[in-house]
């Protein structure tokens, strides 16, 4: 299985949980070289901060397996649809957000995001693209430090 099939099969999964159950838990989905998958969930999702941090270091742990060869994370978030250069408000306390599912594959040599919001019920592809400009995660293949990462 390639790293583009391994994302297209997490995508369609993601979209048809949400689509069944109007949530997603958080998910960090790996891809084995032998092809096998394996799903990390958070169970309630991210309370703050330093449950992400924690989150981020088992996501760097697990891809140094020398058999993990592409990862994907998954998780619902809010998204504003206010005018940025007025915001004064994070996304989750902004009262004109929107639901969105953000979908991120990484691999030892590419990251590439999909974000979906939620409208009238329905997700619609917002952003597909390389380099997932709207996530606070770093690519967990990177040999960079944590502390680089801004969770806050």
């Known amino acids: 299985m390639t790293a583009e099939d391994f994302l297209k099969s997490e995508q369609e999964l993601a979209l048809n949980v949400f689509n069944e159950d109007h ?9 084995h070289s ?3 998958i394996e799903h990390y969930v958070v169970g309630q999702g991210f309370q ?16 140094r397996q020398p058999n993990v060869i592409a990862c994907v994370l998954l998780m619902e978030t809010w ?6 250069s007025t915001m004064t408000v994070r996304p989750s ?6 639901t969105a599912i953000m979908i ?8 590439k995001g999909t974000l979906y919001l939620e ?9 597909d693209g390389e380099q997932g400009k709207f996530h606070t995660f770093g690519n967990p293949f990177s040999p960079l430090n944590l502390k680089n990462k801004n969770f806050n």
Not at 23 to 31: E, G, T
Not at 93 to 98: A, G, T, V, Y
Not at 104 to 111: A, C, D, G, P, S
């Open 23 to 31: 949530q997603i838990m958080p998910q960090f989905v790996i891809l």
């Open 34 to 36: 032998t092809n096998k």
């Open 48 to 63: 703050d901060g330093k449950q992400k941090e924690a989150y981020y270091a088992l996501m760097k742990k697990i891809s």
């Open 79 to 84: 998204c504003s649809v206010s005018d940025i």
């Open 93 to 98: 306390e902004d009262p004109n957000r929107q």
């Open 104 to 111: 991120v594959l990484f691999t030892k040599t590419e990251e």
């Open 119 to 127: 409208k009238d019920g329905e997700l619609e592809l917002f952003e």
